[in-house]
Structure formats: C-alpha cells, structure tokens
C-alpha cells in the first residue's frame, strides 16, 4: 500500500517537471526586422496612401508588426520624425517623414519633483475651410509681450511659420535684424526675411522662440502659414468631416 501511494507521488511529480520544463524551454519568435522603404512601398501599394520624405528612410530596417496600419506605421517609423494625415473616417490619407530622430544628451540629475509631471496634453483646435485647406487661430506673442491673434492656414508644404511683412511693426520686430532668404511654401519658393518670435500659442499650447519667415503681404495675398517647423513638433490628425485638428505632442 505504501509502495502504491510512493508511486502515484512519483508520477506526479515527473508530470508537473515535465509541464515547468516544456514552459521554460518553448521559444518564443519575434517578427524579422524588415527594410523600412520596401515595407512602405508594400504598405502604399495596399492601402492607397502617399509617402513624403521616404529618402529618408533609403537604409533603415525596422519591425513591423500589428494587425492595423497605423500601428504598422508607428512601429516601423519609430526611428524617424513624422506627421500621418487622416481623413474623416480615420484613413491615412499621406505620411510626411522630416527627418531620423537625433539622440538627445541626458540632463544633470536633479531632485525628484514633490509631484509627478504632468504628460503633455493633447491639443484639439477648431478649423475653418478654405476649400480643401484647414485654417487655425493662433496667439502670436511680440518682443513687448503684445499678442495678436491670427488665423494660420495649415501648409505642411511651408518649412516654417510664414506671416505677412505687415505686421513686423505690430509685433515689435526691427527689420534690420533680419536676414534674407529663400523658402519653401506649397506654391513654390519665395524671398522672405527671417526673425524669430518670442512665443506662438496653439490651444494651451505655448511654443517659444518660434522661427518666422516673414513675406510681401501681397505675395501671400493676406493668407498666414503653419508650417512644418511647428507642425513636426507634433503627430497631426486632420478631421475633415468635423473640422478640426488634432497635435499629439511628440
């Protein structure tokens, strides 16, 4: 009986390290890095969007995993700076990459703080159409501390914030601490001079030394411009069916 009752432990016991011995030695596989450009190419064949910015990308590999686009993009773009466009029923419509992310120095250690930091807030601002573009309010904030509200048409053609030439005396700017030169807007390159604002504000969002270009008011025929110097601060959705605009601080 006794022999009987050793035997049933022993087979148990021979179980339980056989199952504890199978979990510990079962592998586990990780998707296969995969070339960035070939995977976005296969991605724009299939979901019928435009890539911007893809030379950036010419010798990157990456992971690509997840079942949802999106989460695709994110994954295999982590590496890189980008805005993803979508539409009203959350289609991407186009990906803007501006360039591979550069590591950034640690800072001195301090104390801890008494409490948390807050995350940065998402910011969702109301737009007005201007046929197919998105037009925003924004404060902009002068060398006197003066601040003008002003509606700035998103262009993430425009490499920087583009005001009218006319309100460098409104905003405390001297024109002759200004430099000249080209730049870049969705309808082609124009001369421009370049100054800096001590702060733009988007929503509750307070964005410091802000470079500007500033134009012939009649060359931008009184239109002012977002562009991507602010914008690639953020990951933009656009929502056409409700007009607005959502920036996820990055």
Do not use: W
Not at 70 to 98: G, H, M
């Amino acid at each position: 009986m006794n022999m009987h009752i050793h035997l049933q432990r022993t087979i148990r016991y021979l179980r339980q390290f056989f199952c504890v011995a199978l979990f510990l030695t079962t592998p586990t596989f990780a998707a296969a890095p995969v070339a960035v450009n070939a995977e976005l190419e296969r991605l724009m064949t299939e979901y019928s969007f435009e890539v911007s910015g893809i030379e950036y990308t010419a010798d990157a590999v990456a992971h690509a995993e997840g079942t949802q686009l999106i989460e695709r993009l994110r994954l295999l773009l982590e590496n890189f700076n980008y805005v993803i466009v979508q539409s009203s029923a959350q289609r991407i419509e186009k990906v803007l990459i501006l360039g591979e992310k550069t590591a950034v120095s640690a800072p001195p250690a301090r104390a801890a703080p008494s409490s948390p930091p807050t995350a940065a807030a998402d910011i969702v601002l109301p737009t007005q159409r201007q046929g197919a573009a998105h037009v925003v309010a924004a404060t902009l904030e002068g060398m006197n501390k003066q601040q003008l509200q002003q509606s700035l048409l998103i262009d993430t053609g425009a490499e920087q914030v583009v005001l009218p030439l006319s309100l460098l005396a409104r905003l405390g700017l001297n024109p002759a601490t200004l430099r000249e030169r080209s730049v870049q807007t969705a309808n082609g390159t124009v001369s421009a001079r370049i100054g800096r604002l001590p702060a733009l504000v988007l929503g509750t969002e307070r964005l410091t030394n802000v470079a500007v270009a500033f134009i012939d008011d009649q060359r931008l025929g009184g239109q002012a411009l977002l562009g991507m110097n602010v914008l690639g601060r953020f990951r933009m959705t656009i929502d056409d069916a409700n007009n607005q605009i959502t920036l996820v601080p990055k």
